[in-house]
């Protein structure tokens, strides 16, 4: 039992969550190692959304609404830690959701799908074709998903197919805390920012959007390195800080 008073609840929370996810068959081991590595990030930005992050999400969402095919690509942590979020982002923006796995099986593709079913998302299914120039299982993917879309949200992301998913023309969008990693160096648009802090922004974002649609799409191209030296100098101005 974890008591709320502690100064580290939450996080100790999220991680009790990822291990009974592991149990459950949602999350690998190896998705426990890359959330704490992302957890490790989130220390040196302060554990809060810089106004560099809020920025890219109100981006982010402008991106999504004016693309015509947009689809949010989900693994194992990002249905462990916000199935609730894309559910919402989904009914705000209209996206597809498909599920996208690197250490893919059958049964855990029906595991998150049913998990992510039971928290209101509208998933994907069929038979996935690979479609994706990778040598790994992140390259099956639908055909009316991942492969027909113009746009892609893919948080927690390995950067071979963020890499692979920009050669063939595709905007992407990630949520990425390491704003030193290949994902975030290569996507269309990097938030560099925690899962369940930036897609609720994007969510409303979105929903501003829908409430005063002629707001208009963002001017292409996107400066992400700007968002990325953003998110760099924020962790140097926070260490100089704590160094004082």
């Given at each position: 039992?974890?008591?709320?008073?502690?100064?580290?609840?939450?996080?100790?929370?999220?991680?009790?969550?990822?291990?009974?996810?592991?149990?459950?068959?949602?999350?690998?081991?190896?998705?426990?190692?890359?959330?704490?590595?992302?957890?490790?990030?989130?220390?040196?930005?302060?554990?809060?959304?810089?106004?560099?992050?809020?920025?890219?999400?109100?981006?982010?969402?402008?991106?999504?609404?004016?693309?015509?095919?947009?689809?949010?690509?989900?693994?194992?942590?990002?249905?462990?830690?916000?199935?609730?979020?894309?559910?919402?982002?989904?009914?705000?923006?209209?996206?597809?959701?498909?599920?996208?796995?690197?250490?893919?099986?059958?049964?855990?593709?029906?595991?998150?799908?049913?998990?992510?079913?039971?928290?209101?998302?509208?998933?994907?299914?069929?038979?996935?074709?690979?479609?994706?120039?990778?040598?790994?299982?992140?390259?099956?993917?639908?055909?009316?998903?991942?492969?027909?879309?113009?746009?892609?949200?893919?948080?927690?992301e390995d950067g071979d197919r963020c890499?692979?998913?920009?050669?063939?023309?595709?905007?992407?969008?990630?949520?990425?805390?390491?704003?030193?990693?290949?994902?975030?160096?290569?996507?269309?648009?990097?938030?560099?920012?925690?899962?369940?802090?930036?897609l609720p922004m994007i969510t409303n974002?979105?929903?501003?959007?829908?409430?005063?649609?002629?707001?208009?799409?963002?001017?292409?191209?996107?400066?992400?390195?700007?968002?990325?030296?953003?998110?760099?100098?924020?962790?140097?101005?926070?260490?100089?800080?704590?160094?004082?």
């Open positions: 039992m974890i008591p709320e008073s502690h100064p580290r609840y939450r996080s100790l929370v999220v991680r009790e969550h990822l291990v009974a996810m592991v149990c459950k068959g949602i999350v690998t081991h190896e998705g426990l190692i890359a959330h704490g590595r992302g957890e490790a990030f989130d220390y040196l930005l302060g554990e809060v959304s810089t106004e560099s992050a809020i920025a890219a999400c109100r981006l982010a969402a402008r991106m999504i609404c004016s693309a015509e095919r947009p689809v949010i690509s989900v693994n194992g942590n990002t249905a462990a830690l916000a199935a609730d979020e894309v559910a919402a982002l989904q009914a705000a923006s209209g996206a597809r959701v498909e599920v996208n796995l690197f250490h893919r099986t059958d049964e855990r593709i029906r595991k998150i799908t049913a998990y992510l079913e039971s928290h209101g998302v509208d998933v994907l299914s069929g038979v996935p074709v690979r479609n994706i120039p990778l040598a790994h299982d992140r390259a099956l993917c639908l055909k009316e998903g991942i492969f027909s879309a113009d746009l892609i949200l893919v948080p927690l890499e692979a998913l920009c050669a063939m023309g595709k905007e992407v969008i990630t949520i990425d805390l390491n704003p030193l990693s290949r994902t975030a160096r290569t996507a269309t648009l990097t938030i560099v920012d925690e899962l369940t802090r930036a974002a979105c929903r501003e959007i829908n409430e005063c649609p002629e707001m208009l799409p963002p001017t292409r191209p996107i400066n992400n390195q700007y968002y990325l030296t953003a998110a760099l100098n924020a962790i140097q101005e926070r260490l100089c800080n704590a160094m004082d």
